[in-house]
């Protein structure tokens, strides 16, 4: 297969960003469109992460993004006519407190939330049993919920983002490395690979965990870092817990997929780097906590382990950007665990852009230049 | 015998009509099948169906065997369960 060596955009990236924003931009009439994925498409954090959608919150950005995603999620099987199941469940994330601090701090964040249109409810004790009742009151303060969250397949729904943008002309290129970026005159003007050089205006960087070294090769510093968080996966048995299970004090979350198996992960703080490991160290901890919070999963036989990496940004809010340096550059990166989730504001965001149309929400809280010479002070706190 | 018919993986339940069908669509290496239809995802951990799933790549694509790369091989070789490996942390800790 020989590579075609123009387009309008070469998106670098074959996760569930990169897949967005290349439908975004097919479906507003853009052509030439190339993705390039150095290996299979959601090899990277798309295909890592805990499959969780939620819209609960502590900062305003985070809430919109979630809420307008999980619209799209709503109807994302129908719109992106795919022929698979990207398994949409919503039956709700349940957040515990198992401290004053946390229940003072979830009840500004279900304010917060109400006030954008998100239906969270705050539960005393009795009212989050009734939603799992095997919570370990003993522990469990109270807790709050939100019946629209829930849980999607991060493969299949990757893989209807794909499709949908292959049926609209988008050309792809995996197990394909982008080793340069040409850039003249504080312009983009190519993306060199090892399969290839394209010649382009607009360069997208949806490289997750990777975005730091792509920025470079265009001249950008993004002030990012990767990280390795772990996560697990038990064997399937028959369907016993409805919503997403999160505790922010214990370090867990914890759902049971529509197929059946339980994933869980947590997130010890791990120095920056690529590494991607299984630890026993991380097996021991997942174990204590969830046998303490959810005794009953205690009993379930745990199949396989993996890591992968958030791409940690300085407020754990997202960087959906153009770049002031490097005319044509724009960035997708800095989800700080939570870019699978948010994909469709990330697609429709980035097109807008590209595409200079007015943008459907306020962008100065995404854009790069937030960052310059100033305290940050909304940072996201909401984060295992 | 129908594609239909020949179970590959028997923990998730992919025949080889399925597989061909993903050939088809331009699956072609273990890694991208197994994201797509779980094959050896369940609690073998394709102990059972790997080397049918790289038998079955190499013909349809025509390569020979030693150059389909398996799955990337992570914990765990058996299923664990979670309370066992609690004891046995609570153990190392006394």
Redesign the interface.
């Known amino acids: 297969m020989t590579m075609r060596n123009k387009a309008n955009v070469v998106i670098i990236g074959g996760g569930i960003s990169g897949m967005a924003i290349a439908y975004n931009l097919a479906k507003k009439g853009m052509k030439d469109i190339v993705v390039v994925e150095k290996e299979y498409y959601t090899a990277g954090a798309t295909g890592r992460c805990g499959a969780g959608i939620r819209q609960q919150w502590a900062t305003k950005m985070n809430c919109l993004l979630a809420k307008k995603s999980v619209a799209f999620f709503e109807k994302a099987q129908e719109e992106l006519a795919y022929d698979g199941d990207i398994e949409f469940k919503q039956e709700g994330y349940l957040i515990v407190a198992t401290t004053k601090e946390e229940d003072e701090q979830f009840d500004k964040n279900v304010k917060l939330q109400n006030e954008l249109g998100i239906p969270t409810q705050k539960l005393d004790k009795e009212a989050a049993r009734k939603i799992v009742p095997y919570l370990n009151m003993d522990i469990v303060t109270s807790a709050t919920f939100c019946p629209t969250d829930g849980h999607l397949n991060p493969f299949t729904t990757t893989d209807a983002f794909y499709k949908a943008a292959e049926k609209l002309g988008v050309t792809f290129y995996k197990f394909t490395t982008v080793t340069d970026i040409v850039v003249e005159h504080d312009e983009v003007k190519a993306v060199v690979t090892d399969k290839g050089t394209i010649e382009t205006p607009v360069v997208v960087n949806a490289a997750g965990g990777y975005a730091k070294d792509i920025g470079k090769m265009a001249g950008v510093d993004i002030p990012v870092y990767s990280q390795n968080r772990e996560i697990l996966v038990t064997e399937p048995i028959e369907r016993m817990q409805g919503p997403m299970v999160i505790s922010f004090s214990k370090n867990i979350y914890c759902q049971q997929t529509p197929h059946g198996a339980f994933i869980m992960g947590r997130g010890d703080n791990r120095p920056p780097g690529y590494a991607m490991d299984s630890t026993w160290e991380f097996l021991d901890e997942m174990a204590k906590t969830v046998t303490e919070l959810l005794p009953p999963i205690g009993e379930l036989r745990v199949i396989r382990q993996w890591g992968g990496l958030y791409n940690m940004s300085p407020d754990h809010q997202p960087i959906i950007s153009d770049a002031k340096e490097t005319k044509g550059f724009y960035m997708a990166c800095g989800f700080s665990g939570h870019g699978f989730m948010l994909a469709p504001m990330t697609g429709l965001l980035l097109s807008e852009m590209i595409l200079g149309e007015e943008p459907s929400m306020p962008l100065e809280d995404l854009k790069l230049d937030r960052f310059e010479g100033k305290d940050i002070t909304n940072m996201e706190k909401s984060v295992v | 015998m129908d594609p239909k018919n020949v179970i590959i993986c028997r923990c998730s339940d992919v025949t080889l009509q399925d597989l061909y069908e993903l050939f088809d669509q331009g699956y072609e290496?273990f890694?991208?099948l197994k994201?797509?239809k779980?094959v050896g995802?369940?609690?073998c951990?394709a102990n059972t169906c790997g080397k049918m799933v790289q038998w079955e790549i190499a013909k349809y694509f025509n390569k020979p065997l030693e150059e389909v790369k398996f799955q990337n091989m992570?914990?765990?070789t058996l299923?664990?369960?979670?309370?066992s490996?609690?004891e046995?942390?609570?153990d190392?800790e006394e």
């Not at chain 2, 299923?79 to 309370?83: A, E, F, M, R």
């Open positions: 290496t890694e991208e994201r797509i779980r995802m369940g609690p951990q992570r914990p765990f299923g664990v369960k979670l309370k490996i609690k046995a942390a609570d190392d």
